[in-house]
């Protein structure tokens, strides 16, 4: 049995982690979601097809103070439901589209939309809204999934044609990834938990899970863990002490507005800054420690018996210097890039440089860029260091890339074949001295 743990250790720990992981998604959400029921706000929604339009009925208005036109316009078309328990019935529902809107959705036809119902109302004697049970269909959204999906199934089919075997690795790791935010983690701060908390483990069990997935339990996996934790930790220290320092509220948006009216649970939107910060930096960061640790191992191989620790910590600095420039630029610019239509608006609004970098909508995208890019800086010595620790350690404990046992092999294979060479050539001497003899 132990021989067989030691021959296939790499796939035995591969199927522990996938099944561990299949453990932390299922049980984990349970947990997460027992005070929350992920889904429940969809119910009424179908997906449908929209088979011919019925009407189109327009109307021009004009709002008060000004002369420009507006028009309105309210399509009404029949539809086939797609999904749900209606699944099949053809439905008449309604499109407003109004020019009032700066870029109007586009007339319904033979589209795949999203539709939803609610109950007709009136009025009673007393003037109370009550429903009558009567229900009217609308137009929600134009169903985008099946694009997205067409469109994630030419990423993972080009990420298995140049990645092979790399590539399924990347695919589950991606897969338990995204069910670990979106099974456990979201359910978990819709639920009450402490959002610090839940943000650190998923955090870890994205780090763990990556690594054993994708390099397995190995020294160069080792380090760039360890370098990985190292980096989020001064990222989530940094996070917490400059909320306080900045007077951070989370409310800066519309989003934030509507989570504080959310009936059944209170979120604090400090804590839901912090988690989306360190959750946000965990895949840069996990970036840099893991090219630092692998050029690191390529470079205390090529040093072959005389590996140095000052020497693999001085090259993985010089390393991580070139990886340092582009990654915090990668990481600033995506913080940049999910909110330039707001960078936008204010800074077409604002007259003041003062007071446009003083919004904490602003403040909070920059504080998140450079929290991040600062895990990033102390990622690259956290990982160098361990990494030359651990490789020059290699070179005195087993002298380098074979270890005791397999050199032992080798020599001993070396001696069998020189001493056939001696008996070959000394038979080669005899055989000539016998034929000049002859001669």
């Not at 020294?219 to 370098?227: N, R, Y």
């Given at each position: 049995?132990?021989?067989?743990?030691?021959?296939?250790?790499?796939?035995?720990?591969?199927?522990?982690?996938?099944?561990?992981?299949?453990?932390?998604?299922?049980?984990?959400?349970?947990?997460?979601?027992?005070?929350?029921?992920?889904?429940?706000?969809?119910?009424?929604?179908?997906?449908?097809?929209?088979?011919?339009?019925?009407?189109v009925?327009?109307?021009?208005?004009?709002?008060?103070?000004?002369?420009?036109?507006?028009?309105?316009?309210?399509?009404?078309?029949?539809?086939?439901?797609?999904?749900?328990s209606?699944?099949?019935?053809?439905?008449?529902?309604?499109?407003?589209?109004?020019?009032?809107?700066?870029?109007?959705?586009?007339?319904?036809?033979?589209?795949?939309?999203?539709?939803?119902?609610?109950?007709?109302?009136?009025?009673?004697?007393?003037?109370?809204?009550?429903?009558?049970?009567?229900?009217?269909?609308?137009?929600?959204?134009?169903?985008r999934?099946?694009?997205?999906?067409?469109?994630?199934?030419?990423?993972?089919?080009?990420?298995?044609?140049?990645?092979?075997?790399?590539?399924?690795?990347?695919?589950?790791?991606?897969?338990?990834?995204?069910?670990?935010?979106?099974?456990?983690?979201?359910?978990?701060?819709?639920?009450?938990y402490?959002?610090?908390l839940?943000?650190?483990?998923?955090?870890?069990f994205?780090?763990?899970?990556?690594?054993?997935?994708?390099?397995?339990?190995t020294?160069?996996?080792?380090?760039?863990?360890?370098?990985?934790?190292g980096?989020?930790?001064?990222?989530?220290?940094?996070?917490?002490?400059?909320?306080k320092?900045?007077?951070?509220?989370?409310?800066v948006?519309?989003?934030?507005?509507?989570?504080?009216?959310?009936?059944?649970v209170?979120?604090?939107?400090?804590?839901?800054?912090?988690?989306?910060?360190?959750?946000?930096a965990?895949?840069?960061?996990?970036?840099?420690?893991?090219?630092?640790?692998?050029?690191?191992?390529?470079?205390?191989?090529?040093?072959?018996?005389?590996?140095?620790?000052?020497?693999?910590?001085?090259?993985?600095?010089?390393?991580?210097?070139?990886i340092?420039?582009?990654?915090?630029?990668?990481?600033?610019?995506?913080?940049?890039?999910?909110?330039?239509?707001?960078?936008?608006?204010?800074?077409?609004?604002?007259?003041?440089?003062?007071?446009?970098?003083?919004?904490?909508?602003?403040?909070?995208?920059?504080?998140?860029?450079?929290?991040?890019?600062?895990?990033?800086?102390?990622?690259i010595?956290?990982?160098?260091?361990?990494?030359?620790?651990?490789?020059?350690?290699?070179?005195?404990?087993?002298?380098?890339?074979?270890?005791?046992?397999?050199?032992?092999?080798?020599?001993?294979?070396?001696?069998?074949?020189?001493?056939?060479?001696?008996?070959?050539?000394?038979?080669?001497?005899?055989?000539?001295?016998?034929?000049?003899?002859?001669?």
């Open positions: 049995m132990i021989a067989f743990l030691k021959k296939y250790r790499g796939a035995v720990i591969y199927i522990l982690t996938v099944l561990l992981s299949i453990l932390y998604i299922v049980f984990g959400s349970k947990i997460a979601s027992r005070n929350f029921y992920f889904g429940n706000v969809s119910k009424l929604e179908y997906s449908a097809t929209v088979l011919r339009v019925i009407d009925q327009e109307d021009s208005y004009t709002l008060s103070g000004s002369d420009n036109t507006l028009t309105s316009e309210q399509v009404t078309f029949e539809a086939r439901v797609t999904s749900g209606l699944k099949g019935i053809t439905v008449t529902a309604t499109q407003q589209r109004d020019s009032i809107v700066a870029v109007m959705p586009k007339r319904v036809e033979g589209d795949d939309v999203i539709l939803s119902y609610a109950s007709d109302s009136e009025l009673d004697e007393n003037g109370n809204v009550v429903e009558n049970g009567n229900y009217i269909w609308i137009f929600a959204e134009y169903n999934i099946p694009g997205l999906l067409w469109l994630g199934g030419f990423f993972f089919f080009f990420l298995l044609l140049f990645g092979r075997k790399k590539g399924v690795n990347t695919i589950v790791s991606l897969v338990f990834t995204c069910l670990a935010i979106f099974a456990v983690f979201v359910p978990s701060i819709l639920s009450g402490n959002i610090y839940s943000s650190a483990i998923t955090c870890l994205i780090i763990v899970m990556t690594l054993l997935i994708v390099v397995g339990a020294k160069k996996g080792l380090c760039a863990a360890v370098g990985c934790a980096g989020i930790a001064v990222t989530a220290v940094l996070t917490t002490v400059m909320s320092a900045l007077q951070l509220t989370g409310l948006d519309e989003q934030s507005l509507y989570i504080t009216m959310l009936d059944n209170q979120i604090d939107l400090k804590a839901l800054l912090f988690g989306a910060i360190i959750v946000g965990v895949g840069a960061v996990m970036d840099v420690s893991m090219s630092l640790s692998s050029s690191l191992l390529e470079v205390s191989e090529q040093m072959g018996e005389k590996k140095s620790f000052k020497k693999l910590f001085r090259s993985g600095m010089t390393i991580g210097r070139d340092m420039g582009t990654m915090a630029n990668t990481l600033i610019l995506a913080y940049i890039g999910s909110s330039l239509s707001v960078v936008i608006l204010l800074v077409a609004s604002e007259t003041s440089l003062m007071s446009l970098f003083n919004r904490e909508m602003i403040v909070e995208e920059v504080m998140q860029a450079l929290t991040g890019s600062f895990g990033i800086l102390f990622t010595p956290l990982t160098s260091l361990f990494a030359a620790f651990l490789y020059s350690r290699k070179a005195k404990a087993g002298g380098g890339k074979n270890p005791p046992a397999k050199r032992e092999q080798r020599d001993k294979k070396r001696q069998k074949t020189t001493a056939q060479d001696d008996a070959l050539q000394k038979y080669e001497n005899a055989f000539q001295k016998e034929s000049k003899q002859r001669a």
